[in-house]
């Protein structure tokens, strides 16, 4: 007798235990995986800023709210970032913030990872070309927008 009720309570509880607990495996790889998108975006941008790599920053608080080191080195970066108009040496203390902050994102996820590596990108001479160039041809349509602007608030007047 005792041993059908185990046998029905088992039938019962099994199922709902395996639910349970494939639900909970599901969340916690879905956490990673949000971590290592975060991780990866500022991985990869790490030589210059672009759009993901701020959005990644914008979700370091929710993602990694559950990491105190991690969430206390983006504040320290977070509040170095806020500085307008920052001179050479706030502009370094701003990358050593940030690869301090990829460091311990590393820590966090597992990965065994020093400063040296995150400090030494490669970064291909053509690529820093490339940039240069995108950078400069646009300072030249926004100075021959301002200019023809100009002209434009010009010829209104008359």
Same mark, same amino acid.
């Given at each position: 007798?005792?041993?059908?009720?185990?046998? #029905?309570?088992?039938?019962? !509880? #099994?199922? #709902?235990?395996?639910?349970?607990? *494939?639900? =909970?495996?599901?969340? %916690?790889?879905?956490? %990673?995986?949000?971590?290592? +998108? #975060?991780?990866?975006?500022?991985?990869?941008? %790490?030589? =210059?800023?672009?759009?993901?790599?701020?959005? +990644?920053?914008? @979700?370091?608080?929710?993602?990694? $709210?559950?990491?105190?080191?991690?969430? &206390?080195?983006?504040?320290?970066?977070?509040?170095? @970032?806020?500085?307008?108009?920052?001179?050479?040496?706030? !502009?370094?203390?701003?990358?050593?913030?940030?690869?301090?902050?990829?460091?311990?994102?590393?820590? $966090?996820? *597992?990965?065994?990872?020093?400063?040296?590596?995150?400090?030494?990108?490669?970064?291909?001479? *053509?690529?820093?070309?490339?940039?240069?160039?995108?950078? +400069?041809?646009?300072?030249?349509?926004? &100075?021959?927008?301002?200019?023809?602007? *100009?002209?434009? $608030?010009?010829?209104?007047?008359?």
């Amino acid at each position: 007798m005792i041993l059908s009720i185990i046998n #029905i309570i088992a039938l019962i !509880l #099994i199922p #709902i235990v395996s639910v349970l607990l *494939g639900h =909970y495996l599901q969340d %916690r790889s879905k956490k %990673r995986e949000d971590k290592l +998108a #975060i991780f990866k975006s500022l991985m990869t941008s %790490r030589i =210059y800023w672009t759009v993901d790599s701020v959005h +990644a920053l914008n @979700l370091i608080d929710i993602v990694f $709210s559950d990491d105190v080191k991690v969430i &206390e080195q983006w504040r320290i970066l977070h509040d170095k @970032l806020f500085v307008e108009n920052p001179t050479d040496t706030e !502009l370094h203390k701003i990358k050593i913030e940030k690869d301090k902050l990829l460091e311990i994102m590393a820590k $966090s996820l *597992g990965y065994k990872m020093d400063l040296e590596i995150i400090q030494n990108p490669y970064i291909p001479n *053509g690529l820093v070309d490339l940039l240069n160039n995108q950078q +400069a041809f646009s300072n030249m349509q926004l &100075e021959i927008m301002k200019k023809m602007n *100009g002209s434009l $608030s010009l010829d209104t007047r008359n």
